[in-house]
């Protein structure tokens, strides 16, 4: 019918305006917060865009949750200030008929979601942890920053270099302290580099300076001058590939009885119902008074959203703290937000319905 296809097209649009918007604050946020582990040395500069496609992914599903939610909620709220709400209800429609365009649209977008969550969550974190490991297995010199000093991970070396090119990789005025057997080394050059063999072995090669050698309270320092200065950096051993819940797949989460598989369980699963529910309930939560041209229910909407999302928290942490039943969690929440979601329709129903019916 006409206002089905009308009110698809614009829950459409309006979704996808909203989805673009949050990706693009997430993204802000995400570059801002791996920008502060760079410059504390926690990052490496090349990681940067990567863990930020793996975080964005990672979020999208919430992202995409808030998008339909609101997607539902302006079209309809439009509708009800410009007073289109009550000329179909006047002929002849009734709130429980809203149900089904909505429905017809949120169902697909919420089995997207649940996808993203038992498909591409895992994997994502799977190759998120794989390219944590392979940093940390590389070389400490992919951890430094110019103008910070960097610690080795072993902590027997102190970086510092000035100015850094990211086209050639040159580092320009270098300082580097070591300490192996009670000996102290200190190593100044204008500049270094980073240079791998076809071995596979990695080497810092330090250009025109000086090296400085011995032992704290002597004064038997050795004072070497160099043209070049080659330093091998031995690989970070790393232990085996890390596991966890949130890399399991929904296979292995489905025969693991732990509690924190459920409650990673509950929370896969949780988003993409959450989603749906969240849909039917901007059905009535979008009435707009058209005479006063304002409404409550948009603040109403999000406090629910948080409560509904804070719900889902707490199950999840007491469902992987063993404090409540794996299935009382999983249920619990969308229980009691469905029995809000038809407190709403009995409400909004009453409130529309012809004077003679309300008895």
């Not at 610690?151 to 027997?156: A, I, L, M, T």
């Not at 190593?187 to 090296?211: C, I, N």
């Not at 999302?309 to 707490?314: A, E, I, P, R, T």
């Amino acid at each position: 019918m006409l206002y089905r296809r009308a009110l698809t097209r614009e829950m459409g649009l309006a979704t996808g305006a909203v989805l673009t918007v949050l990706v693009a604050i997430a993204l802000v946020v995400l570059f801002i917060r791996l920008l502060g582990d760079v410059a504390r040395g926690e990052l490496a500069n090349e990681a940067v865009f990567a863990f930020l496609g793996f975080s964005l992914l990672y979020f999208l599903p919430v992202l995409m949750t808030i998008a339909l939610f609101a997607g539902v909620l302006l079209p309809l709220s439009r509708m009800w200030r410009d007073s289109e709400m009550v000329i179909w209800f006047n002929a002849g429609l009734s709130l429980r008929q809203w149900l089904r365009p909505v429905l017809a649209f949120a169902v697909p977008f919420s089995l997207v979601i649940l996808l993203l969550t038992l498909l591409l969550n895992p994997w994502v974190q799977a190759k998120k942890n794989e390219y944590r490991q392979d940093l940390r297995s590389r070389s400490e010199s992919s951890l430094i920053a110019p103008g910070l000093f960097a610690e080795s991970s072993v902590g027997h070396r102190v970086y510092y270099v000035e100015s850094l090119n990211p086209l050639t990789g040159i580092v320009r005025n270098v300082f580097m302290q070591s300490r192996i057997d009670g000996q102290l080394g200190l190593v100044v050059a204008r500049e270094g580099s980073h240079t791998e063999l076809p071995d596979g072995s990695r080497y810092l090669v330090f250009r025109d300076g000086r090296r400085y050698e011995g032992t704290p309270g002597q004064l038997d320092y050795r004072i070497v001058q160099f043209e070049r200065y080659w330093m091998r950096l031995d690989p970070v051993a790393t232990s085996d590939k890390a596991t966890g819940v949130r890399q399991a797949s929904i296979d292995e989460l489905l025969v693991d009885a732990a509690p924190q598989a459920r409650a990673e369980l509950l929370w896969r699963l949780g988003v993409p119902a959450s989603a749906l529910i969240l849909a039917v309930m901007a059905i009535p939560l979008s009435y707009v008074n058209p005479r006063a041209r304002r409404s409550y229910g948009l603040v109403i909407a999000l406090l629910l959203y948080f409560v509904y999302n804070n719900l889902l928290s707490l199950s999840q942490a007491w469902v992987a703290q063993a404090k409540l039943n794996p299935w009382a969690g999983m249920v619990s929440a969308h229980l009691l937000m469905l029995l809000a979601v038809v407190a709403l329709f009995y409400l909004r129903s009453r409130q529309f319905a012809p004077r003679g019916r309300r008895a």
